[in-house]
Each structure stands twice: as structure tokens, then as C-alpha cells.
């Protein structure tokens, strides 16, 4: 018997963590909960497994990562639709979704050796008679905690350069997606049957917490800023390295010479895609006073196009039901302090759906404009020139990815952005750069995944040194002579000394 009460609620029935659609209520699946004893075995298992996937090597792991990237592009759809089924996400958006997926598998198996692999390191004169040579090495299991927000992308953005990199990876997906979780994992398994490289852990946050402190080399989380706190706490304890991917209120800037079309459409689906539940969404938006008033009609006549229902449409409704609340109170508190609505307003939410919200002239230090409202909803403040939209852009702790629009200083106002990402006349469409790094600063996190960074992410480092000649220069040995150090001090007062 199902004991779904609110639709899109997880809920734990007799052991069981049951998923359902937020818009039907409809199961989409059910997955036995890990007791604390059953993490910490499944971490073991993965690195007895870890072992055997190290060995294969970078050829064997890359020819493995291809087949199951070949069996994500042929069973797209069927992805999609339960990504739809289990989060409410627009089918059109799933599909997105998994290909940027796709891409990621794809260059993370075929660059692992590249970026990672043993290779010779210039020495210099001060150890000329030493040769180096670098690897990285996997960390053995890697433990990954995802979001429900973008159930495939995100983890995925860590496990297939994880993999890629040798190691096993325990996978604990969100409550609220734990169907989608367990798919990747099946899929992983049916090309890679011998050993339990990927698996799942399911449930709630505990079971997360637990594999923060199951033994795990490294643990890569991506979830919300507060969750980040504890896990990191947890991950303290035993000194286990973290990659925190955490989230954002990303701002956009519109500058005078902008192309107001193009901006109003990268707008649009930048802020609104996934109803806004997306932690690089553009959330807030600053339009120089030239072009503010134009600019805002154009965002209003194709937000107010946008359908919202439970299929087909173009916005779904909000995963989790809990955040039509927060939703709700960002939209009121910006209308009473000020703002206005120029499309949709506090009558747009109507749970699970909310239609897309356009405020304007909403107060800076307002919730809508501060915190992260996760929804379909866009705040569009006026600013005086770039210089301004940069510093209310700057503002925030958070500092994860942002867009600019313009032409002329539009690249230099990107650098100036404080964030780990920014995407020049485009919304969010760093993400899907497989060759670039994603990650943030501040609130937003560390560590970046995606790119060569992310392969390195989940390699350490190893440095060696070999001796291929006798030292001329003794240093590093109790045989050298008072002469031999007079002669190292002329030697690096000759190679350093002068300013
Ligand atoms: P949460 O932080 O609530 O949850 C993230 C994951 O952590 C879930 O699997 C959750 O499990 C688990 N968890 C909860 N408590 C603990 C704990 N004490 N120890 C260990 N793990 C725990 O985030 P959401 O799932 O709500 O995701 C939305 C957030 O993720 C937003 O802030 C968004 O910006 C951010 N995000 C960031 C991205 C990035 O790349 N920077 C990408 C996508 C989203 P359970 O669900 O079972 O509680």
C-alpha cells in the first residue's frame, strides 16, 4: 500500500523510501532505506570494487564509460519520462537534461588519461640529476550526494569524472529521486556487471550524513548551502576531503547595448526553465536605465506565452512541495516592501504550480532579492550603468554562476562578476561545456567539477622523484661537506640572487 499523502512528498513506509510525482501523486518508485550498517558495507563492497576498476586501467574504464554512455543516448526518452514521472520536470527539459549528461560521460572517459595519467615533469637546475613524474591517483571509493533538482545531470557531473578517474562511487541520491538514482545505477551495472563500482544508497538525510563518516576518500556533495555546513562538519571528523557544489542566486546584467531581444528570450529560460529550480537559474536581473523599460516588456510578453501544467507545458510544478511556501513569502515580502509585479504576483502560486512571477524595483536587501527562491520568478532591479549592476551583482554570499548581455564591455563585466561561472550573451550554458569547469565561490561552494579541474577533483596527486645522476651539488645528504655548502650558497646567489 502506498502511503504518499502529499503528492511529491517522499515518505518512508515500513523501511521503504516511496517517490511520487508532485503533480499526480503518482508512486514512481519505492527503494528499501540503508541503515547506518548498511552504508558502511557498501562502501567496503565499493572498494574491493574500486580495486578491480583501478586496474582496468584508463582504456578499460574509458571503453566501459563509453558503452554506458551509449546506452544513456539510446534510452534517452525513457530517462526523460522518469524524470518527469518522479520530479515533474517538462519532458522537454529532462531530455536537455540528459544530454548535457551524455556529453559529460563522453569527455570525462575519453580525457581521464590525458589530464590524469603518469607523465614526465621538468626538473630544474637545483635537482637537475632528478627526474619527476606526476599521477593521479583514484582516492579509491568516492562518495556522492545529489540533489532532486536536476536528478541526472548533477550527479553525474561528479560520478563520471569520478569513475573516469578509477574510483568505486556510492551515490546517495535525493529523497525526492531516488528512481532516478537507482536507473543510473542499474544502467552503470549492466555494463559494468562484475563489480559494484556504482551503487545507491537510499533515504533521507541521515543515511547522507552516514556516508560522510563511512570511510569514504572523498566525498562530493551538491545540495543546498545550509546541508553543506553539516556535511562538512560530519566529513571534519575524519578528516575526509569534501567537494561542495552548493547553490546560487545568480544575477544576469543587460547593458546599453545589448540585444534586447536575445536577452529577453536567454532571460526567460535562464530564470524560468525547470520553474526556476535550477541552482545556476537566473534569478535576479540588472537592466542599465537606457534600455530597463524595454527590456522588462520584452521578458513580460514571453513569460506571460509560457503554459505551466503537469504535461507538456512549459513549466511543471515545484518538486517539492515545502517550497511553494518559500516561493509564496519571497513574492509577498517583495510586494510589500515596494515592488511590483509586472507579471504574475502572489496569485501565481497556486501549489504545486506557480506561474512565472516578473517584480521589479523589488528593495536589494529583500528575501527575493538575497536568497534563493527556487521557483519561476525573476526579480528586475534598474542600475545606473555596468559599474552598478556589478557591485548589487557582487552583493551576495553567494557566487556561483551569472550572464552578462552587451557587446562592447560584456566579457570584462563576466570576469568582474564574482562567481565560478558566467555566460556571455547565453544563460547557464557553461554547464554543458564538458571542457570547461564548473563550481562556485563563497556560499556557493569549492572545488569544481566538469573539465580538467574535475578529473583532477577526484585524483590525488601523486608526485615522484627519481635519481638518474650523481648529485653534483650535495645537499640533501649528512655526507656533504662544509665546501659543497659554500658552493650551493654562490650557485643560488648566482641563479637567484639578483633582484
Ligand atoms: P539539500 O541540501 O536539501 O539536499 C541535498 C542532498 O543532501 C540530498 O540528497 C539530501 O538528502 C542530502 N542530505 C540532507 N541532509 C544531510 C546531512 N545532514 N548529511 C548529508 N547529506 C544530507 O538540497 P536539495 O536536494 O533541496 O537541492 C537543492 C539545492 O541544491 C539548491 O540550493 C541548489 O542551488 C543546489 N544545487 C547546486 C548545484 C551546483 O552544482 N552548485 C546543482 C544543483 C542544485 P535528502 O534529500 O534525503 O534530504
Not at 552503470?188 to 551503487?199: D, G, I, M
Not at 511553494?324 to 511590483?340: C, E, F, P, S, Y
Request: glycine residues 12%.
Amino acid at each position: 500500500m502506498t502511503a504518499v499523502h502529499v503528492p511529491g512528498a517522499p515518505v518512508i513506509d515500513g523501511g521503504v523510501l516511496v517517490s511520487s510525482s508532485p503533480a499526480t501523486g503518482a508512486e514512481a518508485g519505492r527503494f528499501p532505506v540503508a541503515s547506518p550498517t548498511d552504508v558502511t558495507a557498501a562502501v567496503e563492497r565499493a572498494r574491493a570494487a574500486g580495486q578491480w576498476w583501478a586496474a582496468l586501467g584508463f582504456d578499460g574504464r574509458r571503453e566501459r564509460l563509453l558503452r554506458w554512455r551509449a546506452l544513456l543516448a539510446q534510452r534517452i526518452e525513457e530517462l526523460a519520462d522518469l524524470v518527469h514521472r518522479e520530479g515533474g520536470k517538462p519532458i522537454g527539459d529532462a531530455v536537455v537534461e540528459v544530454v548535457t549528461a551524455v556529453e559529460h560521460v563522453d569527455w570525462a572517459a575519453r580525457n581521464a588519461r590525458r589530464v590524469l595519467g603518469p607523465r614526465r615533469v621538468r626538473s630544474r637546475l637545483i635537482l637537475a640529476e632528478f627526474s619527476g613524474h606526476l599521477e593521479y591517483q583514484p582516492y579509491g571509493v568516492v562518495g556522492v550526494i545529489g540533489p532532486w533538482n536536476y536528478p541526472v545531470f548533477t550527479p553525474i557531473g561528479s560520478t563520471a569524472y569520478a569513475l573516469a578517474a578509477g574510483n568505486a562511487v556510492v551515490f546517495k541520491p535525493s529523497e525526492y529521486t531516488p528512481a532516478v538514482g537507482q536507473w543510473l545505477v542499474d544502467t552503470f551495472t549492466e555494463v559494468v556487471p562484475e563489480q559494484p563500482v556504482l551503487t545507491a544508497v537510499h533515504g533521507l538525510g541521515d543515511v547522507g550524513a552516514a556516508l560522510c563518516r563511512s570511510g569514504v576518500g572523498k566525498l562530493a556533495f551538491t545540495g543546498s548551502t545550509a546541508t553543506a555546513r553539516k556535511v562538512m562538519a560530519a566529513c571534519a571528523e575524519t578528516l575526509t576531503p569534501v567537494l561542495v557544489e552548493a547553490g546560487g542566486k545568480d544575477a544576469m546584467i543587460v547593458d546599453s547595448d545589448a540585444d534586447l531581444d536575445a536577452a529577453a528570450e536567454a532571460c526567460v529560460w535562464g530564470a524560468l526553465t525547470n520553474a526556476g529550480q535550477t541552482c545556476i537559474g537566473i534569478e535576479r536581473v540588472y537592466a542599465v536605465e537606457p534600455v530597463f523599460d524595454a527590456f522588462v516588456e520584452k521578458v513580460v510578453a514571453r513569460a506571460g506565452r509560457l503554459t505551466v501544467g503537469p504535461d507538456g507545458e512549459d513549466i511543471g510544478p515545484i518538486t517539492m512541495p515545502a517550497q511553494v511556501d518559500v516561493i509564496r513569502r519571497h513574492i509577498d515580502d517583495a510586494l510589500a516592501r515596494g515592488g511590483r509585479a509586472v507579471l504574475g504576483g502572489t496569485d501565481a502560486v497556486q501549489a504545486p504550480y506557480v506561474r512565472p512571477t516578473v517584480l521589479v524595483d523589488v528593495p536589494e536587501d529583500s528575501a527575493a532579492v538575497r536568497e534563493e527562491t527556487f521557483g519561476p520568478t525573476l526579480t528586475i532591479n534598474r542600475v545606473r550603468d555596468a559599474d552598478e549592476a556589478v557591485a548589487r551583482a557582487n552583493a551576495l554570499p553567494y557566487g556561483l554562476g551569472g550572464s552578462v548581455f552587451g557587446r562592447r564591455r560584456a566579457v570584462a563585466i563576466a570576469r568582474r562578476l564574482r562567481s565560478g561561472m558566467a555566460s556571455v550573451n547565453s544563460t547557464l550554458t557553461f554547464a554543458g561545456m564538458s571542457t570547461l569547469p564548473f563550481g562556485g565561490v563563497g556560499d556557493s561552494g569549492f572545488g569544481r567539477i566538469h573539465g580538467e579541474d574535475g578529473l583532477r577533483e577526484f585524483g590525488r596527486a601523486k608526485a615522484i622523484t627519481r635519481r638518474r645522476a650523481r648529485s653534483l651539488l650535495p645537499s640533501m645528504t649528512f655526507e656533504r661537506t662544509p665546501a659543497d655548502v659554500a658552493r650551493l650558497v654562490k650557485v643560488v646567489k648566482m641563479m637567484y640572487g639578483r633582484g
